[in-house]
């Protein structure tokens, strides 16, 4: 099983920019990596996702223009770069890993069989 750790959220101005950190450990070949938000009464969230292997990548299309994701697979992280953060992006963001290879599918919570604790991101005007 993968483990998963997230860091790097904090309070934030509307506008601001912010990078999360999730850190992967244990067998990462043919998985997906992605991130997700939930917000207080909201259902979880797709953000985007990233093949392991070959750096593929997916983003929701609510994020796409101001959110990308990235590897570094020397040091075994998957990166959410946020900029130009709304009010709206407020929310518990979590990363996820599921064995398989990107596709429609990554955009759905219930097939990742690892998740981290999360890291709060809070956007405030």
């Known amino acids: 099983q993968v483990q998963l750790a997230e860091s790097g959220g904090g309070l934030v101005q509307a506008g601001d920019s912010l990078r999360l950190s999730c850190t992967v450990s244990g067998r990462t070949a043919r998985h997906t990596i992605g991130w997700f938000r939930q917000a207080p009464g909201k259902e979880r969230e797709f953000v985007a996702a990233?093949?392991?292997?070959?750096?593929?990548?997916r983003v929701a299309d609510s994020v796409k223009g101001r959110f990308t994701i990235a590897r570094d697979s020397a040091e075994n992280t998957v990166y959410l770069q946020m900029n130009n953060l709304k009010q709206e992006d407020t929310a518990v963001y979590y990363c996820?890993?599921?064995?398989?290879?990107?596709?429609?599918?990554?955009?759905?919570?219930?097939?990742?069989?690892?998740w981290g604790q999360g890291t709060q991101v809070t956007v405030s005007s």
């Open positions: 996820a890993a599921r064995q398989g290879e990107l596709s429609s599918i990554s955009g759905y919570s219930g097939y990742y069989s690892s």
């Open positions: 990233i093949s392991w292997s070959t750096g593929s990548a």
